[in-house]
């Protein structure tokens, strides 16, 4: 059962509200860029585009589908692991996500793409790949509240995630200039202290009430498998989806595919070990094995080397793996942190290594390793920065690191606050991680 208060809002409510004051935003302010408008084949002629294969739907949409399924698949599975909490884990991810992408569509176009002619914001695959990774910040939030919240403050979490996401790349990207590809910091760091800040806001004395519900049984961990198994094979465009075309592109892949591989098998090692038995804790597999993919974000399209990113991979590993077995519980004895996924450790700490590895790759860059040529199209030291040193791109990462830290904990402080007023349908602390409250529940329970 949810909370008893005088008054809740509902989530029909809520949902049509939304979604009727996206239609009229959407008609006041969306409109389709150069590329997917019917004036694409005057553009084609005036640009001297010889043929529609240029069309950038060509180059992204590939990527565009591997990262929708990491948000809607990936992530939605991941959250399943909990014996009675599969249906809010894959079906609440599914709602926020869909909520999600439409309010970053808007947020990331008054920032990014807001035409000063016709003030309309004009969108086209990229902008797609964007609102989805805008998204993952807050399905990585609703991860540390997994099975503590309702629905409808999921959509506030999610409301307010979007907009500070947009303010907070627009200083990292725009203001500062730092290089993010991958979104370590931007997209992880962001939304890891966002998620675990409201959820100490929103701390439970009581949750040992429903303890039993906290874990897993066979069939749940194979289905949060599968969206670790999701995650894992598609991390790779998750990192370069966005990066430059070209080299930029292809070094994102290669990169990521190495750190990826290197902390599975530092993560099984960690995992067998720390066992008694030598036996794996399945936990850390579903997890800690995609550490290397967050911490490889920021430097993905940097020239870190193969061997680089193996050694990133293999230290992520090892932090993510030990953060399940000591941290997790630490944080929530002492710091009063109850953090159902642990994104702390897979996502908090690997991105924080992220952002630590893009400012020393940057800073330690040079000439004779990039190229003169190389060096300005990978760091983009154009305009307003065309005379910054890599020295200095360095302090700007590391700034950076620090601007999506700033942004998580004070958002989510403040967001907390206001997930914390009685009107928004919260479980009762005996009801956490039952999906009894919230959905038309059809098995049987009894046997577990």
């Not at 991860?143 to 403050?153: E, F, H, I, N, T």
């Not at 627009?170 to 500062?176: D, K, S, V």
């Not at 370069?240 to 990521?256: E, F, K, L, M, P």
Request: hydrophobic content about 50%.
């Amino acid at each position: 059962m949810a909370k008893n208060t005088n008054i809740r809002i509902s989530l029909p409510a809520v949902c049509f509200v939304w979604q009727i004051a996206m239609i009229i935003l959407f008609g006041v302010f969306i409109r389709y860029d150069e590329e997917s408008d019917t004036h694409w084949i005057e553009h084609r002629r005036k640009k001297n585009i010889s043929t529609n294969l240029e069309n950038d739907f060509y180059y992204r949409y590939p990527s565009f589908q591997d990262v929708h399924v990491m948000i809607f698949v990936g992530f939605g599975f991941l959250m399943t692991f909990l014996k009675r909490y599969s249906f809010g884990g894959v079906g609440f991810n599914f709602l926020i996500a869909a909520f999600g992408i439409q309010w970053a569509l808007l947020m990331q176009g008054w920032f990014h793409h807001l035409d000063e002619h016709d003030w309309k914001i004009k969108i086209g695959v990229e902008n797609l790949i964007n609102a989805d990774f805008c998204v993952a910040s807050c399905l990585i939030a609703y991860g540390a509240c997994l099975g503590k919240v309702s629905p409808v403050q999921l959509m506030v979490l999610t409301l307010f995630g979007v907009t500070l996401f947009a303010v907070e790349e627009y200083i990292i990207l725009e203001l500062l200039h730092a290089k993010d590809a991958g979104g370590s910091m931007v997209i992880h760091t962001f939304g890891a202290y966002y998620g675990l800040t409201i959820s100490w806001v929103l701390y439970r004395p009581l949750l040992s009430q429903s303890k039993h519900l906290q874990g897993s049984v066979y069939h749940s961990d194979v289905f949060a498998m599968i969206g670790t198994l999701f995650l894992w094979m598609y991390w790779p465009s998750f990192n370069s989806a966005i990066a430059d075309h070209g080299d930029g592109q292809h070094r994102a892949v290669i990169n990521t595919y190495l750190a990826l591989a290197s902390s599975v098998l530092t993560t099984f090692a960690i995992s067998s070990i720390s066992q008694n038995n030598g036996k794996l804790d399945m936990v850390h597999i579903q997890n800690a094995t995609l550490a290397g993919g967050v911490a490889m974000g920021t430097a993905s399209e940097f020239m870190i080397t193969p061997y680089g990113s193996l050694i990133v991979g293999f230290c992520s590993g090892i932090v993510s793996t030990f953060g399940y077995l000591f941290l997790t519980p630490f944080m929530e004895k002492t710091l009063k942190i109850q953090d159902t996924c642990g994104i702390h450790n897979l996502h908090a700490m690997p991105g924080v290594i992220g952002g630590i590895v893009g400012a020393i790759t940057a800073a330690s860059a040079s000439e004779s390793v990039y190229g003169q040529e190389g060096l300005i199209n990978t760091f983009d030291f154009k305009d307003a920065v065309a005379n910054r040193t890599v020295n200095i791109q360095g302090g700007y990462q590391a700034a950076a690191l620090f601007v999506a830290i700033a942004f998580g904990l004070v958002g989510g402080a403040l967001v907390g606050g206001i997930l914390k007023l009685p009107i928004w349908g919260d479980p009762a602390d005996v009801n956490c991680f039952d999906d009894d409250v919230y959905w038309e529940v059809i098995v049987n329970f009894s046997s577990e």
